[in-house]
């Protein structure tokens, strides 16, 4: 069995989940999100993109449904011993399958949370769930129970992370290596994404992100591959992922000769970053981070640019994002708490004078503050 955590790792993690439900007087929970299936049983699939869940009751008992192709995938990541299949066929609904689990286990007519904030549980197939449920049992949108949970990073979790920020920081000494006038952008990422898989780690949970020219100013993929020029301005956001445990970083590099704009962006970058940093400790709300964020961009004359977050918690994810809750906005109540892992980027998109300026970096919180967990530059570099 290919599992990544020790025995004692998930039976504490099956054990804080069975007293928030017991808490939350909560007879079964339904997961659909699949981080939560890995976090809870070291399940690894993307097999949920189709409907599968995986039903944990108060007495402990867990069961997988799933369909035949990720029976052996179950098997063989993860400590999940009871696998029931659904079978492909037309007309199939996997939710009247369900329903006889429910019956097994003995909840007709109990307390069902629903992970419901879940990519593997489209509108279509929650329409058919709900149906399927009226007058069965009751249930409750029980989608954060065990986010709740996967937000603070246990010591193994924490070396997993370690290494991740490890491969995000050799992908970046490729990037200063390769990207220079005359490079196209696709060979920037294969030499990147080269030394994050020959370092043992995974497919990120979202697309790198890259661009020159009028692409620097998008935070989001695109597929437009271009050759860079001399000047010209490269925006990449990337993430090791070592185990599904992602460790992100942003840059905008300057190829050629730097905008005198470009110095002023960077500068209001790191003293954003470092602002920011300066709140990030235990005991403050999230939303204190993004504020220190807005207040110094504004000082310095650039609340047009900027964004309306600055960051969000990262762990182990699945596709089609990297971003984990919570989010790094103003008013976010959450408290920062020892163990959270956070990306914040200092985004600014100068749309006036085509002019980007990113800057991003992963902290973990500890009790007296947070750490770095990369080890390269802030400075502004130009190629």
């Known amino acids: 069995m290919g599992l990544h955590f020790s025995q004692e790792e998930f039976k504490s993690r099956k054990s804080k989940v069975l007293n928030l439900m017991k808490q939350q007087n909560i007879d079964a929970l339904l997961m659909f999100r699949q981080e939560s299936m890995y976090w809870l049983t070291g399940y690894d699939t993307f097999g949920y993109v189709f409907f599968q869940t995986l039903i944990l009751d108060q007495k402990g008992n867990i069961v997988l449904l799933t369909r035949a192709p990720d029976l052996r995938q179950a098997q063989n990541t993860s400590n999940i011993e009871d696998i029931r299949i659904w079978v492909d066929k037309d007309g199939s609904n996997p939710t009247d399958e369900l329903k006889n689990i429910l019956d097994e286990l003995d909840l007709k007519g109990k307390k069902l949370g629903v992970e419901y904030e879940a990519y593997g549980l489209t509108g279509r197939n929650t329409l058919k769930l709900n149906k399927s449920l009226e007058n069965y049992c009751s249930i409750e949108d029980k989608s954060d129970l065990i986010t709740t949970l996967r937000v603070i990073k246990s010591k193994e979790e924490v070396a997993y992370v370690r290494k991740a920020a490890e491969l995000a920081d050799k992908a970046l000494d490729e990037v200063w290596k390769h990207a220079k006038a005359g490079v196209n952008e696709s060979k920037i990422l294969a030499e990147m994404n080269r030394v994050i898989f020959e370092g043992g780690g995974d497919y990120?949970?979202?697309?790198?992100?890259?661009?020159?020219?009028?692409?620097?100013?998008?935070?989001?993929?695109?597929?437009?591959?271009?050759?860079?020029k001399n000047p010209d301005?490269?925006?990449?956001?990337?993430?090791?992922?070592?185990?599904?445990?992602?460790?992100?970083?942003?840059?905008?590099?300057?190829?050629?000769?730097?905008?005198?704009?470009?110095?002023?962006?960077?500068?209001?970058?790191?003293?954003?970053?470092?602002?920011?940093?300066k709140k990030l400790k235990p005991g403050n709300k999230i939303g204190e981070v993004f504020d220190a964020h807005a207040q110094t961009f504004d000082d310095l004359g650039f609340k047009k640019s900027r964004m309306n977050a600055c960051g969000y918690s990262l762990g182990a994810t699945f596709s089609p994002n990297w971003m984990d809750w919570p989010m790094l906005y103003t008013g976010n109540p959450y408290k920062i708490t020892p163990g959270n892992?956070?990306?914040?980027?200092?985004?600014?998109?100068?749309?006036?004078?085509?002019?980007?300026?990113?800057?991003?970096?992963?902290?973990?919180?500890?009790?007296?503050?947070?750490?770095?967990?990369?080890?390269?530059?802030?400075?502004?570099?130009?190629?």
């Open 204 to 228: 990120p949970a979202n697309e790198f992100i890259i661009g020159s020219g009028k692409n620097a100013l998008l935070c989001r993929y695109q597929a437009e591959k271009q050759i860079l």
């Open 233 to 277: 301005q490269l925006t990449i956001e990337w993430a090791g992922t070592y185990r599904h445990y992602h460790s992100a970083m942003f840059r905008t590099i300057t190829i050629g000769k730097a905008n005198a704009k470009h110095y002023k962006m960077h500068e209001a970058c790191v003293a954003a970053l470092k602002n920011c940093e």
């Open 341 to 383: 892992v956070f990306f914040m980027h200092m985004i600014l998109m100068d749309s006036e004078n085509q002019l980007a300026m990113n800057l991003g970096e992963t902290y973990l919180v500890n009790e007296n503050g947070n750490e770095r967990l990369g080890n390269n530059k802030l400075e502004l570099v130009t190629l």
